[in-house]
DNA sequence: AAGAACTACTGGTCTTACCACTTGACGTCT
DNA sequence: AGACGTCAAGTGGTAAGACCAGTAGTTCTT
């Protein structure tokens, strides 16, 4: 007996939402107006402080426009979202969308060498001690799963080591696109969070503050796993 | 005269602009409880409908975490934040943030040459011909301002070209932190945008669907300012 | 000492009313 | 005919107050 627990939408998540799928799905196009505040209320029977606080999220995810007096416009979200719509993208309607988990895939594929890159050259021994240690959490267990989170708190450190706030918040992006799709990822990381040795050459890079290595190291690390992954994304949308 | 819109920050907006100055700042440190709604209403003098929204979206930014029964949590907005975080990171109280500004050129410096890269390999001749139109817009101003903005949208077709949605929302992002700045990089930035050549050459790689090339020649546009900037930064972090 | 019930918070939601802004239609001057 | 006010309708912005629904800590009971 496999328990979760239960999801608890409050109104304005529910609102945002269907809101966020409309738009997603189509049937709210860009540069179309939002039916008003009243409208929407009425017409999801809910009351209109909770369709507005829905709103001013959408809003402040860039994905509309709200004047005043005026009706509130729908944006093109390709092109004002930011990575926090990521894990929306990545499996609408619980489908896995191939193009976007093979953009996820390049993304992380090129952002990790050179944030290694960067923690070779700024993170020093604390870094380097630091992902010792969680390679040694990493050595105590099989289960794939765990060693996935473990693997993204090695990760961690190195963002932190690199000290570039853009890489960092790139990488905080990616994750929460990548952790609701961890267990279902199980099997074919597994070959990439298993190679400790990887981690520790890595590591042993930024010790030495060698940041080709470095780079060198993480490409290794990440490449394996990337290709199996891309190339199995090639296949199924072959057969399509 | 250089009149400017007048600035109508709703109430909502005010509210949320000063929680986040207190978080940035300091004074609400991550792991701490946030005021209660009414708390903050009484207190800021406003509305709970008002801070309500707020705080509504600053849990969408992922910056507090709320729980209905108990009292809302500051997140560390460094470990949380998405790129839509960043111009206010970049430019704290109007002041620029030089380790912020120097993590912007890195970002922009790497993923730049990835995405022509891309753009060479699935943009086609499409890509290539608006690229052309946006150089011959180019061509016809001097104004560094206006340079910039249509370096803007030729960045935003290559974007389209590369087709890579991560990649697309980390150029949103970055170009969020970009544009308040615009007018005070006009000068730095005049060399880059208005350096034609660079922009033609990009754009044939693309059409010859080179993708080495186009890579080098992004490199090659970008570096020039990049590697500018970064040496001032370095001198005036220098001064301190 | 362990458990259950209670209490005092917290956020969640709704209703109603009114303010402020934008737009476009209409009328009025020139 | 054109330019300029005026006004009405619709939109978002804000407030106040009431009540529902969780959570956590305290107190009472056993």
Redesign the pocket.
Known sequence: MALRPVS???????VFEQLLGEMVGGALAADE???????L?EVL??????V??A??RMAQAGLVD???????MVRDFRRRAGLDLLPRLLLPGGQLDLAVARSVLEARLHIGPKIAELAAQRGGRDTAAALDDTVKAMAGTEDPIVLQHRALDYWDLVVDGADSIVFRMMFNGLRLAYQPAIEALATVMAPEVGNLEAYRTLANAIRAADSPAARDAAEELLRPATAQMLAAIDMLQEDR
Chains 1, 2 share one sequence.
């Open positions: 608890r939408r409050s109104v304005p998540d529910e107006p939002l039916p008003s505040e009243r409208r209320a029977g809910v009351s209109r402080p909770a507005r606080e709103i001013q709200v004047r005043h007096g005026d009706a509130t």
